[in-house]
C-alpha cells in the first residue's frame, strides 16, 4: 500500500537549518510529484512546496522562497526539505503528501503522519 | 490567493447522527474541491476530490456536493472513528488553499 514517511524534525534555534526527509513506498516514486504541507500549533493548513516527479521543476510558498530548498533522490524514494534561517513562524507538523497526475493537480491523494520542527531559543 | 471559509468551525454531535460541514471559496473554483480528514498524530486522509467524488476505499456515508463557490461536506451515521477535524481545499488556481477547519467531536 501507499506510504509516505517522514522523519527528522526536532527542536531548532532560529536561525538554523534542519532537513527533513519523506521516505515513499508502495507505489512507482518516481511518477510522482511530492508537496510538503504544515500545521502551525492550533492552526489550520498550509502548502509549503511541491517538486516534480523528475525534480524538474519546484515552486514554493511565499514565506519560505529564498530560505528552504526542496529536492528528490528517486534512487532512494525519498524527498527532502531543507529548511534554512529558520523562523518561529516555521513551528509546525510538517506533511508530505504525493499529488495523484502529471502535470500536477495541486491535490494530495495520500499524506504522512507528519514530523514536528520547534523553532525555539 | 483564494479563499476558503469553512463554517462551523466547530460542532458537537452523538452516534448516529448525520452532520454536514459548509466550505465557500472567495471565487469561482468550479469542482476543484476536496475535503480531508485530520486526527492528531495521524496521517491526514484524503476523502472526497472534483467536490463529490469519493476517494479509493472510502466508505460512502461522506458525500461532498457543490460547485462554483459553495459546497458541503456530509457524513452520515457518524461513528466514534469519525470524531475529527475536517479541512476543505481548492486546487483551481494557484497556490492551494485550505479552509480553516470544522473540528467534529462527541455531544
Known amino acids: 500500500q501507499v506510504q509516505l514517511v517522514e522523519s527528522g524534525g526536532g527542536v531548532v534555534q532560529p536561525g538554523k537549518s534542519l532537513r527533513v526527509s519523506c521516505a515513499a513506498s508502495?507505489?512507482?516514486?518516481?511518477?510522482?510529484?511530492i508537496h510538503w504541507v504544515r500545521q502551525a500549533p492550533g492552526k489550520g493548513l498550509e502548502w509549503v512546496a511541491v517538486?516534480?516527479?523528475?525534480?524538474?521543476?519546484?515552486y514554493y510558498t511565499d514565506s519560505v522562497k529564498g530560505r528552504f530548498i526542496v529536492s528528490r533522490d528517486n534512487s532512494k524514494n525519498t524527498v527532502y526539505l531543507q529548511m534554512n534561517s529558520l523562523r518561529g513562524e516555521d513551528t509546525a507538523v510538517y506533511y508530505c503528501?504525493?499529488?495523484?497526475?502529471?502535470?500536477?493537480?495541486?491535490?494530495?491523494?495520500?499524506w504522512g503522519q507528519g514530523t514536528l520542527v520547534t523553532v525555539s531559543s | 490567493d483564494i479563499q476558503m471559509t469553512q463554517s462551523p468551525s466547530s460542532l458537537s454531535a452523538s452516534v448516529g447522527d448525520r452532520v454536514t460541514i459548509t466550505c465557500r471559496a472567495s471565487q469561482d473554483i468550479s469542482n476543484y474541491l476536496a475535503w480531508f480528514q485530520l486526527k492528531p498524530g495521524r496521517a491526514p486522509k484524503s476523502l472526497i476530490y472534483a467536490a463529490s467524488s469519493l476517494q479509493f476505499g472510502v466508505p460512502s456515508k461522506f458525500s461532498g456536493r457543490g460547485s462554483g463557490t459553495d459546497f458541503t461536506l456530509t457524513i452520515s451515521n457518524l461513528q466514534p472513528e469519525d470524531f475529527a477535524t475536517y479541512y476543505c481545499q481548492q486546487y483551481d488556481s494557484y497556490p492551494p488553499t485550505f479552509g480553516g477547519g470544522t473540528k467534529v467531536d462527541l455531544k
Open positions: 508502495g507505489f512507482t516514486f518516481s511518477n510522482y510529484a
Open positions: 517538486i516534480w516527479h523528475d525534480g524538474s521543476t519546484k
Open positions: 503528501a504525493r499529488d495523484p497526475q502529471q502535470p500536477v493537480l495541486y491535490f494530495f491523494d495520500y
